[in-house]
């Protein structure tokens, strides 16, 4: 996806995305360390992934696509060499001329086709177990419509009023914020970015710098992963992503979870 725009857009893009918050809220609640989510996966210069199993991550397609042969991620502050990327066969990347008109136009509706239509899912098999990390569960069940969520990562950040500039850095301190799913189904879970008087109270959105990074869902004591981020609506942005009324589109786990078997199961 468009490293740049799309990433910003999407969250958008060949990179990731990131958090962005509410512009009654200090910046200092939506701040975490490291070590309250230590599954968290950075991939080489920006986007994230999750610890799924001791030699497991997942992230988004295009998280990995638009770079070269990832050879190391990092978890918990230590690299982690990587085996093999297994790409979903149904990721499609999006045409260079397709972006090009949509950013000449700023009409994103075949662009969006594309990508609703595009399996935005990959895992990374590690060279060696990690020891120091336990892994996230996937959660099951198919009932995502109306859950609150909790994301993180650490990419671009604004305020739902000013949004942020796609030149910002894709790579700073760690976020996380809360948002409700207001669509579910097939490939995609979904949020909108709603104005203070019906938000949440650390409730954000998706910006430019983590795509891949973890939707979860509480259970118990339990944080379980049932998304990861991936794009955002661009004609719902005003041209200025990260605003108030972006709508944010995370890949659906539960709609993946065969494949997801299969591929960790199976032999090289």
Not at 5 to 17: D, E, T, Y
Not at 143 to 171: C, I, N, W
Not at 189 to 199: G, H, N, T
Request: charged share 20%; net charge negative.
């Amino acid at each position: 996806m468009a490293r740049l725009l799309l990433l910003a857009l999407l969250a958008v893009s060949f990179n990731a995305s990131a958090i962005v918050i509410r512009d009654d809220v200090d910046d200092s609640k939506y701040r975490v360390a490291a070590s309250d989510f230590p599954a968290l996966v950075d991939l080489p210069g920006e986007g994230h992934g999750v610890l799924i199993a001791p030699q497991w991550v997942i992230t988004a397609a295009h998280a990995v696509t638009w770079q070269p042969g990832i050879k190391q991620v990092t978890i918990n502050g230590t690299p982690r060499d990587v085996e093999r990327l297994e790409i979903h066969p149904g990721y499609k990347k999006p045409p260079q001329d397709l972006l090009d008109q949509a950013l000449a136009t700023w009409d994103w509706t075949l662009f969006r086709v594309l990508l609703s239509s595009s399996d935005d899912v990959a895992l990374l098999k590690l060279a060696q177990p990690v020891a120091d990390v336990s892994p996230v569960a996937i959660r099951n069940g198919e009932d995502e419509f109306g859950q609150v969520v909790m994301f993180l990562g650490k990419g671009a950040t604004g305020t739902g009023v000013t949004g942020y500039d796609f030149s910002d850095p894709h790579r700073i301190e760690l976020r996380r914020a809360y948002n409700r799913i207001t669509s579910a189904h097939g490939r995609w879970l979904c949020y909108m970015f709603d104005q203070p008087s019906e938000a949440l109270p650390l409730e954000g959105g998706s910006g430019s710098g983590d795509s891949g990074g973890p939707i979860l869902v509480q259970a118990g004591q339990d944080w379980l992963l049932t998304g990861l981020t991936s794009w955002a609506d661009p004609q719902s942005t005003l041209r200025t992503p990260g605003r108030y009324g972006q709508v944010s589109c995370n890949v659906r786990l539960s709609h993946y979870r065969d494949w997801i078997e299969s591929v960790s199961a199976a032999q090289p």
